[in-house]
């Protein structure tokens, strides 16, 4: 609290306002990172899925740490009364800027779905941006699999790693969902 006072007293002063803005995007996007680099911190429990406890504390502590470096108040703050225990992560369009900046994205969606079809998983893939508002949002390829917890798809989480490691820039982010998706051939 005392770090975010401090920026709001010495705000009004500084020569590039904006330039301050920008990079606590940058600051908020690499947590939003971190948050990406493991399906169990932001994938709710389901009856296949577990979520332990030591994944529940990190994602109490990630959000505070997303509500104590938010120093521009990008994040949206709760009505009076509620207290916030996280952060709500949601789907966005991906903005043009961000799609024609991200040349390759349809190359990286090819290394993936190929990835996918020899782990001869059922799929649905599809780009957007992921995050808490649309500001701080990073370009994502959802999967949505059947299981998290199965053989294949594990196989498939350690083969992807290195291609699509969360804090490689260039890469969009991949992120795993749980649901139905029934073989249907490419749609």
């Known amino acids: 609290m ?12 500084a020569f590039d306002v904006e330039y301050g803005n920008q990079y606590n995007i940058k600051i908020l996007q690499y947590l939003l990172r971190v948050v990406l680099s493991d399906y169990r911190l932001y994938h709710p429990a389901t009856s296949t899925l577990c979520i332990d406890d030591t994944a529940q504390l990190a994602r109490k502590n990630i959000a505070r740490l997303f509500s104590h470096l938010d120093l521009v108040g990008l994040l949206p703050t709760p009505p009076l009364g509620i207290v916030r225990r996280e952060f709500p992560l949601r789907p966005f369009p991906l903005l043009d800027n961000v799609r024609l900046r991200m040349t390759s994205l349809p190359r990286q969606r090819s290394s993936l779905e190929e990835i996918l079809r020899n782990h001869e998983l ?35 989480i350690t083969s992807i790693r290195p291609l699509f490691d969360p804090f490689t820039f260039s890469t969009a982010l991949v992120r795993l969902v749980e649901g139905a998706s029934p073989p249907a051939g490419r749609v």
């Open 2 to 13: 005392q770090a975010k006072a401090n920026y709001t007293s010495t705000r009004e002063f």
């Open 122 to 156: 059922n799929y649905v893939v599809y780009t957007s941006a992921f995050g808490i508002t649309n500001t701080v949002a990073l370009p994502t390829f959802t999967v949505v699999l059947d299981s998290l917890t199965s053989i294949a798809t594990l196989q498939f």
